[in-house]
């Protein structure tokens, strides 16, 4: 499974603005339900669900928020860069600001599994994540994921 069959240049965002980690889960829910029609309020209690199960912030200013809709037909995931990064009761307590949030349907079983596999190789490489920082545009950043995913590819 391939990154680019996750996330479309739309799901880019480059600067979001959140000052808290409640805050960066509700615009990603609503910038979520832009993309895949949902409810906004729906996509909101299943991230924060799954946040009350443990964080989704793995370390290294990453979090992998992430949950399963039974009103979804495919894979999303919405990738963004936070303007300035937020605690996230990451398990390394160090704040947050690369987030790509993945939502499956209820049944993708094996196939939600491979794509949170894929976004947490592809971002623990630390000089992939360098790049994130450092790209200014969507289109940039676009880039960066789907051809460092590429290369990850093992």
Not at 53 to 71: Q, R, Y
Not at 108 to 134: P, Q, T, Y
Request: glycine share 6%; proline share 5%.
């Amino acid at each position: 499974m391939e990154i680019a069959e996750l996330i479309r240049p739309e799901a880019v965002v480059p600067n979001l603005r959140a000052t808290s980690k409640k805050q960066a889960l509700q615009e990603l829910a609503r910038r979520a339900a832009d993309l895949t029609g949902l409810p906004e309020r729906r996509i909101f209690e299943v991230l924060i669900e799954r946040e009350r199960l443990g964080t989704t912030g793995v370390g290294a200013g990453i979090a992998i928020p992430h949950g399963k809709l039974s009103e979804l037909d495919n894979l999303w995931a919405l990738f963004v860069r936070l303007e300035t990064p937020v605690d996230f009761d990451s398990i390394d307590e160090q704040p947050v600001d690369l987030i790509c949030v993945l939502l499956a349907p209820e049944g993708a079983g094996a196939d939600h599994l491979k794509a949170l596999a894929r976004i947490s190789r592809l971002l623990r490489d630390r000089s992939v994540c360098e790049k994130l920082r450092g790209s200014e545009s969507a289109d940039a950043i676009y880039a960066i994921l789907t051809e460092s995913a590429a290369s990850h590819a093992a």
